[in-house]
């Protein structure tokens, strides 16, 4: 095999192994045992970026790698996998494997140990993943990553259909490999792809929400376009395909509403918030399509309603609760401030309305739905959204009050009024608050205080 090793891929790939990851390779090396970084680390080395994990292959078995390393933790090892620890760093160290029969296009039955390197890397997904690096062998390319990097293509290793049919995440993997390095699905990969992409079906929510992330946040959102086209997200996120089939004929739009989905997603940066509240932002337009008699397309109410089905889609994929209220809240008032003048005053009642934490987030917002739309009126759209983080910026420099917690008077000061604990505490404070709203410089704790009795003396 190592004669074999010298021959494959370009000898001059070098990949610079961090010295906790080369000192378990010598350490494996040492005992007699064949040892390889594996995997993404090495596509990511290759591509110049720096990777997140260093993971090792080896011919040793489990329970010999425990025996060479003072600390190890059994984190997979029904699979063949050890962490080795190096001071507080893990490793994961894996024996190569062969897996039997997958019965649930999740896991294989069973895992058999092989001392065959290339048994390992033929289980791989991508051949882009199924490359393997040492000091002293070079790059191990069986089944040309390497080519396909240059050719920037994501093509599965040996069949496609059996890769898929073994793990069926694979399927939303390569379509996530694609959207982060910009390159192409093979041809058959991706007809594999449109065949088993019901079988996503068995895959749990958390690991579809995985995928689905961080296709969204990679460099190129808009290939969901691709999990569209091969029925990916018929299954995992249907009420995308409802946007791709709903028109908008409008002098503001110029694409279909899915079209105009993916567009604001590149048009806002690499934050999972704001690109998921670009993808739900419209949900809501197919169900409140109308076309008036002019063949005008019209959406009225949809931001309430796309805020609706983007939280019951937040918690069909087991999405935290703070993700979930962030993103709804952005859909709920992203069509929020088309007044042709904003002032001071309506950004602060704004401001209370939409939350000082998520507020400016909105800017993010309506930027990317402007430039997602046809160009009509676009300078003067952007103009207003402009004017309005002007105000934002204005408010936040005078510390003008915009919520309960920044009045000058809380709870405690009107129960030393005489008030009771109740309902009516939170009454009162919101009748002052809409005072303050209206003119801030009444923030005071002498006139407020004022205003307090009179409430109290009015609701006797």
């Not at 290339?118 to 390497?146: C, H, P, Q, S, W």
């Not at 190129?220 to 009420?239: D, F, M, N, Q």
């Not at 007044?339 to 507020?359: C, H, N, Q, S, W």
């Not at 009126?377 to 936040?396: F, G, H, I």
Request: proline residues 3%; hydrophobic residues 35%.
């Amino acid at each position: 095999m190592e004669g074999q090793l010298h021959n494959i891929g370009l000898r001059s790939v070098s990949i610079e192994i961090p010295q906790k990851a080369k000192e378990i390779l010598e350490v494996l090396h040492g005992a007699g045992f064949e040892a390889y970084v594996v995997g993404g680390c090495v596509r990511d080395s290759i591509l110049g970026r720096t990777p997140q994990d260093w993971d090792v292959t080896t011919s040793a078995r489990p329970e010999e790698v425990k025996a060479l390393f003072r600390r190890t933790i059994d984190t997979g090892i029904q699979h063949g996998t050890v962490t080795v620890m190096m001071d507080k760093e893990g490793f994961e160290v894996t024996t190569y494997r062969i897996d039997g029969k997958y019965e649930d296009s999740r896991h294989p039955s069973e895992v058999i140990f092989t001392p065959s390197l290339e048994e390992d890397l033929k289980r791989r997904d991508f051949t882009i993943n199924a490359m393997a690096y040492n000091d002293r062998d070079g790059l191990v390319d069986l089944f040309g990553g390497l080519e396909d990097m240059e050719k920037k293509v994501i093509r599965c290793v040996g069949d496609a259909r059996a890769r898929f049919g073994e793990d069926a995440l694979r399927i939303m993997r390569a379509v996530r490999f694609s959207a982060q390095l910009g390159y192409e699905i093979e041809a058959q990969t991706r007809e594999a792809i449109r065949e088993l992409a019901p079988t996503l079906r068995n895959i749990s929510a958390e690991r579809i929400q995985t995928e689905l992330v961080k296709l969204v946040v990679s460099g190129h959102p808009e290939y969901l376009r691709i999990a569209w086209e091969t029925g990916i997200t018929k299954v995992v996120l249907p009420e995308f395909d409802l946007m791709m089939e709903t028109p908008q004929n409008h002098p503001h739009h110029c694409y279909n509403v899915g079209e105009h989905t993916l567009v604001s997603m590149t048009q806002v940066s690499a934050d999972k918030v704001l690109r998921l509240t670009m993808l739900f932002h419209d949900l809501g337009k197919p169900a409140c399509l109308s076309v008036d008699e002019k063949g005008i397309t019209h959406f009225y109410g949809h931001p309430k309603v796309s805020e609706e089905i983007a939280r019951k889609i937040l918690r069909r994929l087991k999405f935290d609760n703070d993700t979930t209220n962030m993103v709804c809240r952005l859909v709920k008032y992203h069509d929020y401030g088309n007044e042709d003048a904003p002032d001071l005053k309506t950004v602060r009642r704004a401001l209370y309305k939409i939350g000082e934490e998520a507020f400016p987030a909105m800017f993010a917002v309506w930027r990317a739905d402007i430039l997602a739309q046809s160009e009509y009126k676009r300078e003067e759209k952007l103009a207003r959204a402009a004017k309005w983080q002007r105000l934002y910026e204005t408010v936040m420099e005078l510390h003008q009050c915009v919520s309960l917690k920044g009045l000058a008077v809380d709870g405690n000061d009107l129960i030393g009024l005489g008030m009771k604990p109740g309902r009516e505490i939170g009454n009162c404070l919101q009748s002052l608050l809409e005072e303050v709203l209206e003119e801030p410089e009444r923030n005071t704790k002498e006139y407020l205080t004022e205003r307090a009795k009179a409430w109290i003396c009015q609701h006797k």
